[in-house]
């Protein structure tokens, strides 16, 4: 997790993270978020079931999303709708869409330019 910057996960931008290394520093980054989301809630009187974490795979590769599906995270977001119809293009035809994804789309809508 960057200090500083919100609950984020650095990796290379098109670089997988097939190591169990990196997968466990996603999972333990996740765990952290859900911690934090708890302690907010417990604050606030809300459920934590009821907020959604959703990660950000914009400039990431279908591997590193797929990484993302692996920590049970099915909330994805996108701010390209191009970028975003290629990665869920290969990711289907892979068979690697799990049931319940759920794709946002975040931010300003960015142009072509």
Same mark, same amino acid.
């Given at each position: ?64 999303? !797929? =990484?993302?599906? @692996?920590? *049970?995270? %099915?909330?994805? +977001?996108?701010? &390209? ?7 869920? !293009? =290969?990711?289907? @035809?892979? *068979?690697? %869409?799990?049931? +319940?994804?759920? &794709? ?10």
């Amino acid at each position: 997790m960057t200090k500083g910057s919100g609950c984020r996960y650095n990796i290379q931008p098109g670089k997988p993270i097939h190591s169990i290394q990196a997968t466990h520093v996603l999972d333990q980054t996740i765990a952290q978020i859900r911690q934090r989301i708890a302690q907010a809630c417990a604050r606030s009187g809300r459920d934590p079931a009821a907020v959604r974490i959703v990660a950000v795979t914009k400039n990431r590769s279908p591997d590193a999303i !797929r =990484e993302v599906f @692996a920590c *049970g995270i %099915l909330d994805i +977001g996108e701010n &390209r709708v191009q970028e975003a119809v290629t990665k869920f !293009r =290969e990711l289907e @035809a892979q *068979g690697a %869409l799990p049931p +319940g994804l759920s &794709r946002h789309m975040v931010g300003r809508l960015q142009t072509n330019k």
